[in-house]
């Protein structure tokens, strides 16, 4: 079973990969990173799958916000809802946010299609989108691969327990997500509990003379 798993990942493991970052994927990735301790597929193969995946993703999409911007602001009401968002986070961090897009979370997509829907030069996304899909893809990738390492100083024989340190390690994957998915519940809770304390706030009447 292990050998057939492991041809399966030699022959389609690393276009699956290409596909899953050029969408997203963080979690194949790490995945994909504890396999290749495991001896099914080759780190830097793994690493160069991901790059390559990843950042012709992000060149896809800011190509498609230049040519096609508008019309997916009214298909999609995601992209219209984070629109001033991102904005506001293009007029803050300027160039960085290019090299940043792919670690935020809730803006990996969006980001570069309105970053192609402004007037941010193509060839400098084009530099900082390849450093930002080089780092990506070697954080993440040795992430998964690091994993694998640490278990093998708890665990002699991995093998055995592959498919619990699978389901391990999607946990880990899960439990971070969350966490995101929870700081931005709050932070957005807060910001609304402020908002509405500002606005039950009385008025103070205006004060001054009236001149004749």
Not at 53 to 58: A, I, N, R
Request: aromatic share 18%.
């Amino acid at each position: 079973m292990q050998e057939l798993f492991k041809e399966y990942l030699q022959v389609h493991g690393y276009w699956v990969l290409f596909l899953g970052t050029f969408l997203e994927g963080e979690a194949i990735l790490i995945f994909a990173g504890f396999l290749a301790f495991q001896g099914y597929l080759d780190i830097y193969l793994v690493m160069l799958a991901a790059l390559v995946g990843s950042f012709l993703g992000d060149q896809f999409y800011f190509h498609i916000g230049r040519i096609k911007g508008p019309q997916l602001l009214r298909l999609f009401t995601t992209f219209a809802r984070k629109f001033r968002k991102a904005l506001r986070l293009i007029e803050r961090y300027g160039t960085f946010v290019a090299f940043v897009s792919r670690y935020t979370y809730g803006f990996r997509i969006v980001l570069p299609v309105i970053l192609g829907m402004t007037t941010f030069p193509s060839r400098r996304f084009l530099y900082l989108n390849f450093l930002s899909a080089l780092a990506w893809s070697i954080v993440f990738s040795l992430a998964g691969y690091l994993f694998g390492k640490t278990a093998s100083l708890f665990i002699e024989d991995l093998r055995s327990y592959e498919p619990y340190l699978m389901l391990g390690l999607a946990g880990i994957i899960l439990c971070l997500w969350s966490s995101h998915f929870v700081v931005h519940r709050w932070r957005k809770r807060h910001a609304r509990a402020r908002l509405k304390r500002i606005k039950s706030r009385p008025r103070r009447p205006k004060t001054g003379h009236n001149h004749r």
